[in-house]
């Protein structure tokens, strides 16, 4: 990315969290302190806006699950779109990051979206990876099912490794938490950030290098935190954390009625 390279605005929502209590550590992050208390993890979906586009990352979890996950849902990752002025049904474009229920649980309401996904989640999504059951945890029969049949009508992209597929948005593959998983580099006013997803779900786990209890292959979780400080200088307001409540206190929201619920991280990050 250079000088000349179209700039974007870059949204969260904070479509839901785990509630106001603590949990330990140890219950997200193999190897941390089983007596350390941590805030649960808070669920995000991103809004991308520039060059005369407006693309959505991520869909969020059915809202059907939220009792089953004994989570906190404030809004449908579709109606925090709807919170920012956009129709669900005339976004062009949807990036999913990996096939995880809680980032592909409402792919539905995108009635006339082209989907973006890593071509190595494909084999998961077909059901032709041999892999162990436990490796296949969190995703949705579902889901995958919509993902298929997008692919049939013509709908879906499938990316590897590094994707340029809109000037100053670079789709890079890193794997780990599961097979195909795809971390997104946007330039902003104020230089690229990096949305993580579940390359990074927390800031600790990252800084530490201690691995999120879901994964496919350890190895792969674990150069993915390099690659990620690689890309992102190591700075907490250039990698964007894909679970961690601590990103709604670094910046702004973008109008007071969205306090709480988003927040614009294309703007200078909070003192």
Request: proline share 5%; net charge negative.
């Amino acid at each position: 990315m250079n000088a000349d390279t179209p700039q974007h605005e870059v949204y969260a929502l904070r479509y839901a969290d785990q509630g106001d209590g603590l949990v330990s550590a140890a219950s997200l992050m193999l190897s941390a302190d089983e007596d350390q208390m941590i805030p649960g993890m808070a669920y995000y979906v991103y809004v991308i806006k520039g060059n005369g586009m407006t693309i959505m990352v991520d869909t969020g979890y059915a809202p059907v699950l939220t009792e089953r996950l004994g989570s906190r849902m404030q809004f449908s990752g579709p109606d925090g779109l709807r919170r920012l002025g956009h129709d669900p049904a005339n976004i062009t474009d949807l990036i999913i990051t990996h096939a995880h229920y809680d980032h592909v649980g409402c792919l539905e309401e995108f009635t006339g979206a082209t989907f973006h996904i890593d071509t190595e989640m494909m084999p998961i999504v077909e059901g032709t990876d041999p892999c162990h059951p436990f490796f296949r945890q969190g995703y949705g029969k579902r889901d995958c099912a919509t993902i298929r049949r997008f692919k049939a009508e013509g709908r879906l992209v499938e990316h590897a490794n590094v994707s340029v597929p809109w000037q100053g948005i670079e789709l890079i593959h890193i794997g780990g938490h599961c097979r195909g998983q795809m971390v997104i580099r946007v330039n902003t006013k104020r230089g690229p950030i990096v949305l993580a997803s579940d390359a990074a779900h927390l800031y600790q786990e990252w800084e530490e290098e201690k691995p999120f209890g879901v994964f496919y292959d350890m190895r792969d979780m674990l150069q993915g935190y390099q690659t990620l400080t690689n890309l992102s200088g190591g700075s907490r307001t250039e990698m964007i954390a894909g679970h961690d409540v601590a990103v709604m206190s670094m910046f702004p929201a973008p109008s007071k009625a969205l306090e709480g619920m988003a927040i614009s991280l294309h703007e200078a990050p909070l003192a």
